[in-house]
């Protein structure tokens, strides 16, 4: 894995074509995917949002045969927009960003509850905590409004390794950071509208050499959004999509921010790119999925960003895992391709693929 020098650090657009082998197919899908998590005995877990269609599934298992099976069960995938006035929100999946499971049987499902990506729902935005042995939804914890608005949009999660807290980011309006103590089920929002949590002046995304644009000619200006937290649980970082700096804070600062909100303070970690998905390793890197040359990158203990892997079929490479053998799976949700900026999707192919980290 090399270093990048400073020219190529500068945007590397597509290569149209350019595949590695490194990178293996596990599973396609017939509609949009963001996020994946695979368990400690490596079952694999991923979410359709409901962004772009009324999806019929919102989480589900992807079999060893590639398919899906809804998770937990069809009940609570039961929710459909055009049936929203009959449905509740506080029990049923609306529009689901996030799964991650916690390596201690547990799955964790983040609904921000905003269809579209537009108003949460009332009621509707929650932490679901599924026990993947039972297969059955132990707890919900909703979100206050307070916590949750009208137009926040939570994002991502990370658990803590006691399983005492969980950390969001909120990439809405405003952007900030959420934290919720799984113990009491209180939440609050920390750092919210701070400049570490919102988009980047000046920072344009690129896709395919070009400025990303919607028809009308606005670009995505996304707020708080990649999230990592080290493995003692003791930092957390995070960057906005629509930025290049990545911030982070200790988690002590985040829970005394409950009582004292000065607690928290953003430190300055690194200057990386335009990213989606975060992801810490054993060895303290950090993967960062780049939608601008359809890649991999890492960022070293070092503060260096190397590239490590480049494919054409990574169109907007979003979230990571990591299964119990070490392997890295990553989805392909295709932003890019859909209707919010082209006539209609131009390309659907939303794939779930995986690789071997570097040694």
């Known amino acids: 894995m090399e270093k990048l020098t400073n020219k190529a650090k500068e945007l ?58 809804p998770y937990p069960n069809d009940e609570w995938n039961a929710w459909r927009n055009a049936k929203m006035s009959e449905i509740s929100p506080k029990d049923h999946f609306v529009t689901v960003q996030s799964v991650m499971a916690d390596g201690k049987g547990s799955l964790w499902v983040v609904d921000p509850a905003a269809p579209n990506s537009e108003k949460t729902v009332i009621d509707g935005p929650k932490l679901v905590r599924i026990d993947l042995k039972a297969n059955a939804v132990k707890r ?85 959004d990649s999230i990592a937290l080290s493995k003692d649980g003791k930092t957390l970082y995070w960057k906005a999509l629509t930025g290049k700096t990545m911030y982070r804070i200790s988690t002590e600062a985040l829970q005394k921010a409950g009582q004292d909100p000065s607690a928290a303070k953003a430190e300055k970690y690194a200057d990386t790119e335009p990213s989606d998905g975060l992801w810490m390793d054993d060895q303290n890197r950090i993967y960062l999925s780049t939608m601008q040359n359809d890649g991999v990158k890492i960022l070293g203990p070092d503060g260096e960003v190397a590239p490590l892997l480049q494919d054409s079929r990574l169109r907007w490479p979003d979230t990571f895992a990591q299964g119990p053998d070490g392997t890295m799976y990553i989805t392909a949700s295709h932003i890019q391709d859909s209707p919010w900026f082209n006539q209609g999707w131009t390309d659907d192919s939303f794939t779930l693929f995986k690789f071997a980290p570097p040694k």
């Open 12 to 69: 590397v657009a597509p290569v149209a074509g350019k595949t590695d082998d490194r990178l293996e197919k596990v599973a396609t899908f017939d509609h949009q995917v963001t996020g994946v998590t695979v368990s400690e005995d490596g079952r694999i877990f991923v979410n359709f949002p409901r962004w772009l269609e009324d999806v019929p599934v919102s989480v589900a298992e992807v079999m060893t045969d590639g398919s899906i099976k």
């Open 140 to 224: 919900v914890y909703p979100f206050a409004r307070e916590v949750a608005g009208p137009a926040s949009y939570l994002n991502d999660v990370r658990i803590a390794p006691d399983g005492t807290f969980a950390y969001f980011t909120d990439s809405g309006s405003p952007g900030g950071l959420v934290v919720l103590d799984l113990i009491s089920g209180k939440s609050w929002r920390v750092l919210s509208d701070d400049p570490s949590t919102q988009f980047e002046k000046g920072v344009v995304v690129h896709i395919d050499g070009k400025p990303l644009r919607r028809p009308d000619g606005r670009q995505p200006l996304f707020n708080a």
